[in-house]
């Protein structure tokens, strides 16, 4: 800062004249200062702001209802996503709801009429826990009657209190007529979809393994499971030992009579008791090794069957050295059998299976078919029996031998058979192994394979149906696509029953004597018509004869001695939020929305059940568009937790906490804006008391600056005050094409979903354009000038402007913001305006101009130089003098046509007190003036150059005028010309 040091020096020993700086407040009232109501911040718990947010609720409706009826305009549809009604709103409900207004808030303003209606999944496991734990009861002690009232009970509360929340978020919606998965039309209907999806042949009952719950103790989907990546499960290899004669010719000369195992490795062991086959790869090679030396005395000296490609890893894996003795091919396992390791009498065979590889383990695969997917599939082809010994809970049935009954399979029941394997010297070797593994995504508890008798939706028929819609899907973003189709080409067949009782019964009938199960038209439709009379109660509260009346068995051609009753299972609740758009689009032709908007997790959830069921009975994707947000974690980047103390309540920031002095109430604008800027991008999305104060701060200069707009204009009519754009000064045309820029960059983030760079377009707009650099320079025309004068209702058409395209550009984000703008706005003071009402972001195409952008540029590049080398000094007690040539001197002329000017843009911009403009080089005595270089690169006819500029700031030597603050009086005391007629 050579030049600040010098300019320092020179302005201390320049001879000025005495009381140079001298003022008074003589003319303060003649200065047009900024006038607004608009308080610099708005007290979230005020009876002012408590009055004001329940009259934007109120207004919020009508403003729904209004646009609903505008039919001419093309319509939005964002299909709601049911969050469950199990308790109070957290940060996640925050990110999706407010995700999804920000967008319908935007179609709004851009001219679409929206269609959203809000929903809540009221059904399912989640909701009859809560609603159980809340009074402390046992399930097993109350009737299924009794525990539907408590779920419907604590349902609706949660409802209640939900709603109640978003409203305050300012959620546009049709709050009046939101779906709600126990209302008596929406189960009737989600009945008819499922008895279509039965006539196509889409739905069929089986007995196989599926995911079980014991905590829960019902049948669960692939969506409703988490995986925990720390679980630890037993890692054993068992011996399995062979039945002699059934060894392959010549094999007992080369063991030299020594027993022979196979040698398996699994991490069930609970599953063993069940095994019925041991596995084999038809096209691998095998071997007949021996162990001669390990750490485990159980191996050695015996003779193992295992892959040949395994022995390496085997030997790594036991610490053991295994010599090979037979050659075999996986052919030569086709006859062998062997002795069950827990009960000797059993016998099975070796069987092929695809799903062996070399990879993991000995080569060989333990098979129990009534728990595992790849098990069942051999055991279907090979006609073996589905053994199942584990009932609801979790635990032994007797079946599985006295020293198993009752165990748990996970806990006791797995050690229990390790010590029975070890009792008997069959357990090679055991170790623990960290591993990722299903669990109950409701009960936080692990999930087992077991072989119940459930329903099914045959997704293998649906899948390449489905995959092939999805391909008329955007997905945003599109990274997501591969997971998607992923996990649709992966998925098993979807088990959509469940043995509870809070949900939509399945309208199933089973033959008391058979239990072949009963149901077609007749008995669905009158099912349906019960239902949409007294809603699902009536499953449980009415007989079998009133559910199935003879009228119905008569049409269904039921034999008159065959006694029948009703079914117990209810709907997956993935199929019933899975089929919504049949209830919410059904007065849609098409009945399929323009947008699905929800977390990472409904990739494999509620995307999936969607459109399997659209593509199922409409042959097209439920949805046009996907967007896909990530899920909220804390400042570390860790998952939010209430064991870890970590989570984070929306309802602290919009109310503030306990402490207000720690956690302030922020009001719903800071929470949205804190959405826009962090949800959109995506990924995870990080909350915490520093951000939300950021983000909060953020929000607070922008109020400011439209406070400030706001008092800039209080005498402005923009009808009869405002000055054509081809009148205006270059720096009024150039600020009215930024914001044209601005507003049609924000306008592009929007469309894309983009609205974390709304955010970031914004905070820069306002901070660089808006606030530093043109309110900074216009305040001395804004304030001085004559009130009616062209100068100045210039830069007041500008100001009125951007006021206005801020406005519209923010509003989506910031409603409430905006409302509380348009209470104190000088041209609304005699209605109440809405922005929602009107269409459009208040910009217009006149304002772009590339040569005032090229003036413009030119002289923003001799303000940089100015601003970062005058250090500390008041730029209005320096006259400058800039000295150009060429095309850079025309462009200067542009922006001051005087040779010497304290109100021209160039003056201005600088915000020196005089600056004189001129072509000829001027010889400057060293010792009264600092001289400063610049260049500015120059664009003409499509090619660029570099030309250059030289400042010379000198000590303005004229006196303070009182009223303007700007040294251009000729005398001490005296105004300045131009104050002196505008006063």
Not at 25 to 50: D, E, I
Not at 553 to 576: A, N, Q
Not at 867 to 872: C, I, L, T, V
């Amino acid at each position: 800062m050579i030049w600040f040091t010098v300019l320092k020096q020179i302005l201390c020993r320049k001879s000025l004249p005495v009381c140079r700086k001298f003022s008074t407040k003589k003319y303060s009232h003649t200065v047009h200062l900024p006038k607004t109501s608009f308080p610099q911040r708005f007290k979230r718990k005020s009876k002012v702001a408590l009055g004001l947010e329940n009259q934007r609720q109120s207004s919020e409706q009508e403003l729904y209802n209004w646009q609903a009826q505008k039919e001419d305009r093309k319509l939005f549809i964002l299909h709601d996503g049911p969050p469950y009604a199990n308790g109070d709103i957290h940060i996640g409900h925050a990110v999706n709801k407010i995700l999804k207004d920000i967008t319908n808030r935007y179609k709004l303003l851009s001219g679409h009429r929206i269609h959203f209606v809000s929903g809540w999944d009221c059904h399912g496991l989640p909701i009859e826990q809560k609603a159980l734990q809340a009074g402390k009861t046992d399930f097993r002690q109350l009737s299924p009657s009794e525990i539907r009232v408590k779920a419907k009970a604590f349902a609706e509360d949660a409802v209640r209190r939900q709603m109640t929340a978003f409203k305050q978020w300012g959620i546009l919606a049709d709050w009046d007529n939101s779906y709600l998965t126990f209302d008596k039309n929406y189960e009737a209907a989600q009945l008819e979809i499922f008895y279509r999806l039965y006539e196509k042949g889409l739905i069929y009952r089986d007995l196989k393994p599926v995911y079980w719950s014991p905590s829960s103790r019902t049948a669960l989907a692939e969506a409703e499971l988490e995986y925990n990546n720390s679980h630890v499960s037993p890692s054993i290899y068992v011996k399995f030992p062979l039945t002699p004669e059934k060894l392959p010719v010549g094999l007992l000369e080369n063991v030299y009579n020594i027993p022979v195992y196979a040698l398996v490795w699994t991490t069930t062991p609970w599953t063993i008791p069940a095994n019925q086959a041991l596995c084999f790869a038809v096209n691998e090679n095998y071997s007949v090794v021996r162990c001669n030396t390990s750490g485990n005395k159980a191996l050695i000296g015996d003779h193992y069957i295992v892959g040949t490609d395994a022995i390496p890893a085997l030997e790594e894996a036991l610490d053991a050295k295994l010599t090979s003795l037979v050659k075999l091919t996986g052919k030569d396992l086709m006859n062998c059998t062997y002795s069950h390791p827990l009960t000797p009498a059993r016998v099975h065979p070796f069987l092929p299976g695809l799903h062996v590889s070399m990879e993991k383990g000995s080569g060989l695969v333990h098979t129990a078919p009534a728990h595992g997917p790849e098990d069942f599939i051999v055991a279907k082809k090979h006609n073996l029996p589905l053994m199942s010994l584990v009932d609801e809970d979790g635990n032994y049935t007797p079946e599985a031998g006295e020293e198993l009954v009752g165990q748990h399979v996970l806990t006791k029941g797995n050690f229990t058979v390790l010590n029975l394997l070890k009792q008997a010297g069959l357990l090679a070797r055991i170790d623990d192994l960290v591993h990722s593994y299903p669990y109950d995504w409701r009960t936080k508890k692990p999930v087992i394979y077991r072989a119940s008798k459930q329903w099914f939706i045959n997704t293998d028929v649906l899948k390449h149906r489905a995959l092939k819609c999805l391909k008329s899907v955007e997905i945003h973003p599109e990274v997501y696509r591969r997971q998607m189709e992923t996990q649709l080409e992966q998925r098993p067949s979807w088990c959509i029953s469940r043995q509870r009782v809070w949900g939509v019964p399945l309208p199933i009938f089973y033959c008391k004597d058979t239990g072949e199960p009963l149901i077609n038209k007749y008995t669905t439709e009158h099912i349906q018509e019960l239902v949409r009379q007294h809603g699902t109660d009536c499953w449980w509260t009415m007989s079998e004869t009133e559910l199935l009346p003879q009228s119905v068995r008569d049409k269904s051609g039921v034999l008159p001695d065959k006694e029948y009753v009703k079914g117990t299972d209810i709907l997956d609740i993935w199929f019933e939020s899975g089929v919504s758009w049949a209830s919410v689009l059904k007065d849609f032709p098409e009945q399929q929305a323009d947008l699905y908007l929800e977390g990472i997790d409904q990739v494999r959830g509620w995307f999936q059940s969607s459109l399997l069921t659209a593509v199922a009975l409409n042959e097209k994707p439920p949805y046009k568009n996907l967007f896909i947000h990530g899920f909220t974690v804390d400042e570390n980047g860790y998952k939010m937790s209430k064991s870890q103390g970590n989570v984070f309540d929306p309802v602290v920031v919009t109310d503030g906490g306990l402490d207000l002095k720690k956690e302030p109430a922020y009001g719903a604008d800071v929470l949205r804006w804190w959405v826009a800027g962090h949800a959109s991008n995506h990924t995870n999305i990080t909350v915490g008391n520093s951000i939300i104060a950021s983000m909060a701060e953020q929000v607070h200069k922008i109020r400011l600056m439209l406070r400030f707009l706001l008092g800039a204009v209080y005498d402005f009519q923009p009808a009869s005050d405002s000055i054509p754009v081809s009148n205006m000064s270059a720096f009024d045309q150039y600020m009215l094409h930024l914001l044209l820029e601005h507003s049609k960059q924000v306008q592009k983030e929007y469309q894309s979903y983009s609205y974390n760079r709304v955010v970031l377009q914004t905070n820069s707009f306002v901070a660089t354009e808006v606030s530093a650099l043109y309110c900074h320079s216009i305040k001395d025309r804004l304030y001085c000038e004559h009130r009616d004068g062209w100068l100045r209702r210039s830069c007041q058409t500008v100001l009125y402007h951007i006021l206005d395209v801020c406005c519209r550009t923010l509003a989506p984000i910031l409603p409430f913001l905006v409302d509380e703008v348009f209470l104190h706005h000088p041209s609304h003071v005699k209605e109440r305006f809405n922005v929602f009402h009107t269409v459009g972001f208040g910009d217009c195409v006149h304002w772009r101009n590339a040569d005032v952008v090229g003036i413009m540029q030119a002289a923003l590049e001799v303000r940089n130089v100015f601003n970062s080398n005058r250090g500390e000094v008041n730029p209005r007690e320096l006259d400058v003098l800039l000295f150009a040539t060429g095309e850079l001197y025309s462009r200067f002329k542009c922006l001051q046509a005087e040779d010497v000017s304290s109100y021209s843009t160039l003056c201005e911009m600088l915000q020196t007190s005089h600056t004189r403009l001129t072509s000829h080089p001027a010889s400057v005595p060293e010792d009264s003036a600092a001289v400063l270089q610049g260049t500015c690169e120059l664009t003409v006819a499509e090619s660029s150059h570099v030309e250059k500029f030289t400042l010379v700031i000198t000590p303005s030597l004229m006196y303070l005028c009182e009223r303007c603050r700007m040294f251009t009086a000729s005398n001490q005391g005296d105004l300045c010309q131009r104050c002196s007629q505008s006063v």
